[in-house]
């Protein structure tokens, strides 16, 4: 990088301020988000051919309640980003004269943080859904095909007793 090239680009925060992003970690943000769109329309289009019926999830919680996702404006693209709830999709099933309800969050590397997994246990005390499965990807050899591992949630809770 040449000496008299721009490191940095201004951008500002939620309350006004400014806030100096390195370059390279901008444009590396921009491929990790392009990735991760990617990989979950693939998702979707896995759960829809296992014969699940999927919808984007546009709800969240604070405070112990279900709450309506906040919406991001992106004022530079003039794009208003609508499905940031959590977890990513509600899919629905068909079993005899009911459905069953599940929620599916889409993570490249699998890992929910600790927020997460508090959000993920009270949707299922809450009942609101029957199950959450945690979607990862799997790839055999750098290059190779892509797969989708589906992680039942109950199995990570597990884990987190035991440790």
């Known amino acids: 990088m040449k000496s008299d090239e721009v ?12 806030v100096l992003k390195e370059r390279v970690k901008v444009a590396k943000g ?6 991760g769109g990617l990989f979950e329309l693939r998702v979707r289009k896995d759960l829809e051919k296992k014969g699940w019926i999927v919808d984007k999830w ?11 996702a906040k919406k991001k404006f ?3 693209n003039k794009v208003m980003s609508i499905g940031t709830g959590f977890p990513d999709f509600v899919c ?12 599916v969050e889409v993570k490249m590397n699998g890992m929910l943080s600790r927020i997460e ?13 029957s199950g959450i499965l945690v979607a ?8 190779g095909k892509i797969g989708i591992k589906y ?13």
Not at 117 to 129: D, T, V
Request: proline letters at 3%; glycine letters at 8%; a positive charge.
């Open 7 to 18: 490191k940095h680009d201004i951008d500002f925060d939620d309350e006004g301020n400014v």
């Open 136 to 143: 990862s990807k799997i790839q055999e050899r750098k290059g």
């Open 58 to 68: 546009s709800n969240n919680i604070d405070d112990g309640k279900l709450i309506p």
């Open 74 to 76: 992106n004022p530079f």
């Open 117 to 129: 997994k508090e959000k993920c246990a009270w949707y299922l005390e809450a009942g609101i859904f």
């Open 92 to 103: 629905f099933e068909k079993r005899r004269d009911l459905y069953e309800v599940i929620g």
């Open 30 to 35: 921009k491929k990790s988000r392009a990735g």
């Open 151 to 163: 992680l039942n949630f109950l199995e990570i809770a597990e884990r987190m007793r035991k440790s």
